[in-house]
């Protein structure tokens, strides 16, 4: 068993697939706010939210998550997108519960995206990432 975790070990590729995971599900996400953004505005009205906040956060989780595929800007999107999962779950999702009740989803998958946010935010992008090619010293790139 040894023998396979020392093959498999690598926490740049590690980090890759967190990075391509988490800009699935914003990517995903942001691109249907944006394409549904009468649905999205009226939502974010619902909670008494300013319009604008709907631009804001469709534009977070879409650029963010393509950040996050290409290994730009890492740092700063995962928090940006880590302060967009706290305020889903304190505006919306808390009073559900952690798995949510019928008809109305918990924090549960919330929580785990903040989480992992603030863990590629800690870790930085990785090895495999474009971040390289616009850092001149290439040596502090783990």
Known sequence: MKNFASKIYNPNVGLLLIRVALAIVFIYHGLGKFQNMAQTTGFFSMLNVPEVFAYVVAAAEFFGGIAL????????????????????????????????????????LDLVLFLVLLGVACLGSGKYALK???????????
């Open 69 to 108: 595929l290409l290994g730009l800007f890492v740092e700063v999107s995962a928090v940006l997108l880590a302060i967009v999962m706290f305020v889903a779950i304190s505006l919306v999702k808390f009073g559900n519960g952690f798995a949510g009740m019928p008809g109305k989803a918990g924090y549960e």
């Open 132 to 142: 390289k090619f616009w850092v001149k010293d290439v040596s502090s790139l783990n």
